[in-house]
């Protein structure tokens, strides 16, 4: 057989056991991915090794294929066996992040804490980030949205009444605790993964750590490609179709602390980017779910910092210079949002009228 007739059938393998990971059938994937890896390192073995970037992108499916099937050993020599190999520096890079996942993943097999497979990398770049440091204070925000966001997902799953205040419940929080990694040097990066519970008979909806994984990432993706049709086929109550929109925002950069935000899962070389182009398209999405009619009328921005919040009595207070602007209207917001704001430069859309302000929108403007 030929390259190309082993790495279709390595295809034709891999499909099914997404259909059957869909289908909570664990084991079942794992067997297909196993049986899919091997028919990829039968295509590599009829392949002309001068041709270096089908070679990478073959061995990166390989050492990929392997980690999905739990295969970490045999992940790994494929892996650290091919960086010594000509193929392409995009290649080469993959393969140092999925070496380290699989790291990371035998350290976690030695500890008493059970984790869901896989995990989440994110990468931060550009701006004031450097070749593996970055600004705390950007890190801890970026670390923080993203928790908010796992724990948005897992209530949606499970058909929580979309939460305004609070923290997430204490079921939630125990299906879906995200844990924080150190991942491969990159220009800074950081590995998620979530603590695996048993959710009992807490909800109706049979809720896994792997699902809320697997949704969180294909939120993230809708709402950046098609934040109107293709995020309401995801979510499609509206409340929580806002409040994903505005935390991927958060995510979003602005352009100065760093210049573009990658998150992907271990196994995957398709990365959801969000940059300043993607955090304005974001900001004009937001914009069409306000259905606030005290929001209509001429808009103007006020720029300071967020001083106080009180979401229950509807305002919030931002310093403008010397002065302090009360905003009213601010009720439909969420603690996850704009709690993370107080203290920081924000940029408050607002309506005036008759002396008084509406809210329209708020983000962070560092």
């Known amino acids: 057989m030929s390259w190309l007739e082993h790495h279709r059938e390595s295809e034709r393998l891999a499909s099914q056991a997404q259909v059957a990971l869909r289908e909570d059938r664990r084991q079942d994937a794992e067997s297909l991915y196993l049986q899919a890896a091997d028919a990829e390192v039968r295509a590599i073995a009829e392949l002309n090794p001068s041709k270096t970037r089908t070679l990478g992108i073959s061995v990166v499916s390989a050492a990929s294929l392997y980690y999905k099937a739990a295969q970490y050993a045999r992940a790994e020599e ?11 520096p995009f290649a080469k890079d993959q393969l140092r992040s999925l070496l380290q996942s699989v790291w990371a993943e035998e350290i976690r097999a030695e500890t008493m804490t059970g984790f ?3 995990q989440v990398l994110v990468s931060v770049s550009g701006g004031e980030v450097i070749h593996g440091g970055a600004p705390l204070d950007l ?3 970026k670390m923080k949205t993203v928790e908010s966001l796992y724990h948005r997902t897992a209530e949606f799953l499970a058909d929580v009444t979309h939460r305004k205040h609070g923290q997430p419940s204490k079921q939630i929080q125990d299906i879906c605790r995200p844990w924080l990694f150190q991942a491969a040097a990159g220009s800074y990066q950081f590995a998620v993964a979530v603590q695996e519970k048993s959710q009992g008979e807490m909800f109706d909806n049979p809720l896994s750590t792997e699902k809320v994984a697997d949704c ?9 490609s098609d934040p109107d049709e293709g995020l309401s086929q995801i979510v499609p109550d509206q409340e929580y179709r806002s409040t994903f929109l505005k935390l991927t925002r958060n995510l979003a950069p602005r352009g100065k602390g760093c210049k573009r935000v990658e998150i992907r899962s271990a196994d995957d070389s398709d990365a959801v980017r969000l940059d300043p182009e993607v955090r304005q398209n974001l900001t004009g999405a937001i914009g069409k779910l306000n259905t606030n009619p005290d929001a209509a ?7 300071g910092v967020l001083r106080a919040l009180h979401l229950d ?3 919030l207070e931002v310093a403008v210079n010397d002065d302090h602007v009360q905003v009213h209207g601010v009720g439909e917001q969420v603690d996850d949002v704009i709690g993370p704001m ?3 430069p924000v940029a408050v859309l607002v309506v005036e009228k008759n002396g008084k302000n509406t ?4 983000e962070r403007n560092d």
Do not use: C, H, Q, Y
């Open 359 to 362: 809210f329209v929108d708020i």
């Open 116 to 118: 869901a497979s896989g």
């Open 342 to 344: 107080v203290n920081k």
């Open 313 to 315: 009595k509807d305002w």
């Open 78 to 88: 494929v892996a650290a066996r091919s960086l010594g190999d000509a193929i392409p």
């Open 216 to 224: 969180f990432l294909s939120i993230l993706r809708a709402g950046i």
């Open 297 to 303: 009328g001429e808009r103007k921005t006020l720029k």
């Open 139 to 141: 890190i801890t925000s």
